[in-house]
């Protein structure tokens, strides 16, 4: 079995040695033995990293990829594991998605502001009671 050295690995999956390392003290990787101090790994850490990668671009944090990884027992199959964390993230993604819209509302009404004075748009704000959909229009 051949053994590569964080420098091979880091190449071929396009990450930075440090971020093997770091993966690595955040318990995403499992500590490779080392060969004259130098770590050693198999090829089956790229499938490792294939997770990580996986995960991270679903928006998993890293403490929540630790999870997927490590924090189930082992009977416990991929596809539940993946769906037990999605549920969490799916509603952490909608109300994301929900203030987004929020903000690209004000930012195309709010904003249209005509008062000639802060003052003004200060006090329209707050006979208006802070709708958030509520325009200064002075």
Same mark, same amino acid.
């Given at each position: 079995m051949k053994e590569l050295s964080i420098g091979e690995v880091a190449r071929e999956a396009g990450l930075s040695a440090s971020a093997l390392r770091y993966y690595e003290r955040a318990g995403l990787l499992p500590a490779?033995?080392?060969?004259? !101090?130098?770590?050693?790994?198999?090829? #089956?850490?790229?499938? /490792?990293?294939?997770?990580?990668? +996986?995960? @991270? %671009?679903?928006? =998993?944090t890293i403490g929540e990829t630790r999870l997927f990884l490590s924090g189930f027992s082992e009977q416990?199959?991929?596809?539940?594991?993946?769906?037990?964390?999605?549920? !969490?993230?799916?509603?952490?993604?909608? #109300?994301?998605?929900? /203030?987004?819209?929020?903000?690209? +509302?004000? @930012? %195309?009404?709010? =904003?249209?502001?005509?008062c000639p004075r802060l003052e003004d748009?200060?006090?329209?704000?707050?006979?208006?009671?802070r709708k958030p959909t509520s325009s200064c229009l002075g």
């Amino acid at each position: 079995m051949k053994e590569l050295s964080i420098g091979e690995v880091a190449r071929e999956a396009g990450l930075s040695a440090s971020a093997l390392r770091y993966y690595e003290r955040a318990g995403l990787l499992p500590a490779p033995p080392r060969r004259s !101090r130098q770590r050693r790994y198999t090829e #089956a850490v790229f499938g /490792r990293i294939s997770l990580i990668r +996986l995960a @991270l %671009e679903a928006g =998993f944090t890293i403490g929540e990829t630790r999870l997927f990884l490590s924090g189930f027992s082992e009977q416990t199959p991929p596809a539940a594991r993946w769906r037990a964390l999605a549920v !969490r993230k799916l509603e952490e993604v909608n #109300a994301l998605m929900d /203030r987004a819209r929020r903000m690209k +509302l004000l @930012l %195309e009404t709010s =904003f249209q502001c005509r008062c000639p004075r802060l003052e003004d748009c200060e006090q329209f704000l707050r006979a208006a009671k802070r709708k958030p959909t509520s325009s200064c229009l002075g």
